[in-house]
């Protein structure tokens, strides 16, 4: 539990002008925590831009600072990737969400790189300092079970359960989908799994691949709106957004078993639709692609429930923070 005294201010950090999913889950968080009688604001790090705030944004109606306000009442809220920010503040009380493992990783020498060259260095200082998963005065927010399961591996005796959802305008644009428009289509995302993707491609010649690629979202939805199957062997760093768009978007979503999609608690598909990126079950793969092509609305309807937990997301969201920051 995060106590929250009348005046405290939330601080969520993210980086400007950047639309991937990490910033949009960060955004929808402070306009969450601000409907939900909090006093939140975003705070943009890395490059000095007159509007920080992404147009894609503009719809959350976040309010942002330039500066934060060092003091015990208050709260600091970085994602994983940006855990290094928390060594510039002495007083106020900080959290990480952690919307993914991998990327917290991957990101290290990256803004190794970054600092060398300048970057971020009026925000980090000197020091690039790492978060030491030994710090029991760091509260850590999991966004999936993954990640939270990763944090107790580490030592983290109190993790908090903190997820994220799709907004409410996507899944009302998309819940209606008319099973008469699908097609025949496998789309797949080739930033994820691509590796293990082209040996399915390769052997399933009579099937029809479409990547998601050079789209923008709008192109993405009408391209899951016409697919019967997304497949994602990707590595899963945190609850991804697409395979749950496509499931809105009435697809068969098939995963391998790296990361989040190993656990039925962020992927709660059928392990039917599960497999492991060997070579041994590209066969077993591609015949389960032909089944849902064959059988569409038999299998469709086997994702029923994974379409309801994606709809009570955001209720369960706002559940979540009231749990977690608690009012004095």
């Not at 944004?57 to 994983?80: A, G, L, M, Q, S």
């Amino acid at each position: 539990m995060i106590e929250v005294f009348n005046g405290s201010k939330i601080y969520v950090v993210c980086v400007p002008k950047h639309t991937t999913g990490g910033p949009e889950l960060l955004h929808q968080f402070v306009s969450k925590l601000n409907m939900l009688g909090y006093e939140a604001y975003m705070y943009y790090v890395g490059e000095n831009i007159e509007d920080p705030v992404a147009e894609q944004y503009k719809k959350y109606n976040v309010k942002y600072v330039t500066e934060i306000e060092d003091k015990e009442r208050n709260i600091i809220i970085v994602p994983e990737v940006l855990t290094m920010i928390l060594s510039n503040y002495k007083n106020i009380r900080k959290a990480i969400w952690w919307l993914s493992i991998d990327n917290y990783y991957f990101s290290i020498e990256m803004l190794k790189t970054r600092l060398a060259n300048g970057k971020l260095k009026a925000f980090l200082g000197n020091n690039l300092k790492y978060f030491d998963f030994n710090d029991d005065n760091v509260v850590n927010l999991a966004q999936c079970k993954y990640i939270s399961e990763h944090l107790k591996k580490k030592g983290i005796k109190k993790v908090y359960y903190l997820s994220d959802y799709l907004n409410r305008e996507f899944l009302k644009q998309n819940l209606g989908n008319d099973l008469k428009n699908k097609e025949n289509i496998v789309a797949y995302n080739p930033k994820k799994g691509l590796e293990f993707t082209k040996k399915l491609i390769k052997a399933g010649k009579h099937i029809r691949w479409v990547p998601i690629k050079d789209m923008n979202p709008e192109e993405v939805i009408q391209l899951l709106k016409k697919s019967k199957v997304y497949i994602d062997f990707g590595n899963h760093p945190g609850k991804d957004r697409i395979p749950r768009e496509a499931a809105i978007c009435k697809c068969c979503v098939i995963t391998g078993r790296k990361g989040s999609a190993n656990y039925y608690e962020d992927v709660p598909i059928d392990d039917s639709f599960k497999f492991q990126d060997d070579e041994s079950n590209i066969n077993t793969i591609l015949d389960r692609i032909t089944q849902c092509f064959d059988n569409f609305e038999i299998e469709m309807e086997k994702f029923h429930k994974y379409r309801d937990i994606i709809r009570r997301s955001e209720m369960e969201f706002e559940e979540q923070i009231v749990d977690i920051f608690k009012i004095s």
